[in-house]
């Protein structure tokens, strides 16, 4: 085994990171979460990785984008998450896909993936890559952020526990209204890694049929039962 993850051993067996080595992750979304959540899924050693964003760097970005600087101002978000991991973890293969993910090429991305990391910034996305995973028979982890906020759960193929949680909302995330600062995205993207994580060692507890709402401005973490 690689010393690069000798300090993930008193959390994961030999056994569970050589699994983690054939594993294959899609990230649909390389901004704000995206970033993060690439980022940690390959310090982990999770094998391969596919990028999906069809967008550029701007300045906007540089508040919270782990991949974001000034050097990477118009430059593809996907192709530069590939590079970032090339330095991070050569080990590790990053396919960039240089589209938003839609209804037309959105079978083709997903299909053959273990887990589906939901790290996009739209409603009408997020349940568009529901309903490709369940067809597709691949469970999906949701995070969204705004300001303080953030929620995070793992729907399994058939769930469509997003109907429920956008049941009254409109095609806007609440990202739009409330904005977003450094470091809720980096606390929601480790989350949903954890769960991604516990999905493909098949261990622990899921958030299924569960959401995890989070208020960092007053500390407040609650699970609510679907």
């Known amino acids: 085994m690689e010393d690069r ?6 959390m994961l067996s030999e056994m569970e990171i050589e699994k983690l080595k054939d594993c294959k992750v899609c990230v649909v979304g390389c901004g704000g979460l995206g970033g993060y959540v690439i980022e940690m899924l390959g310090r982990l050693g999770v094998g391969n990785i ?7 760097f701007d300045e906007t970005n540089l508040n919270r984008q782990l ?3 000034t050097g990477a101002i118009g430059k593809s978000k996907a192709e530069t998450a590939k590079n970032r991991m090339l330095m991070v973890n050569p080990l590790i293969k990053v396919m960039p896909v240089y589209e938003r993910l839609t209804l037309e090429n959105g079978r083709g991305i997903l299909e053959g993936h273990d887990v589906i990391i939901d790290a996009v910034d739209n409603i009408d996305t997020r349940l568009l890559l529901q309903e490709l995973a369940s067809e597709l028979g691949i469970t999906m982890i949701h995070g969204a952020i705004g300001g303080w906020y953030g929620q995070v759960t793992t729907i399994f193929p058939g769930d469509r526990t997003l109907d429920w949680l956008y049941a009254r ?3 806007k995330g609440i990202e739009k209204d409330l904005g977003n600062p450094s470091f809720t995205p980096a606390l929601v993207a480790s989350i949903e890694v954890s769960e991604a994580l516990k999905f493909l060692i098949g261990r622990g507890e899921l958030l299924r049929k569960r959401i995890l709402y989070i208020d960092l401005l007053e500390q407040e973490y609650t699970v609510v039962d679907i």
Do not use: E, I, P, W
């Open 5 to 10: 993850y000798l300090k993930n051993m008193k």
């Open 50 to 56: 596919t990028v999906v964003d069809g967008d550029v």
């Open 67 to 69: 991949l974001s600087d």
């Open 169 to 171: 909302s409109k095609s």
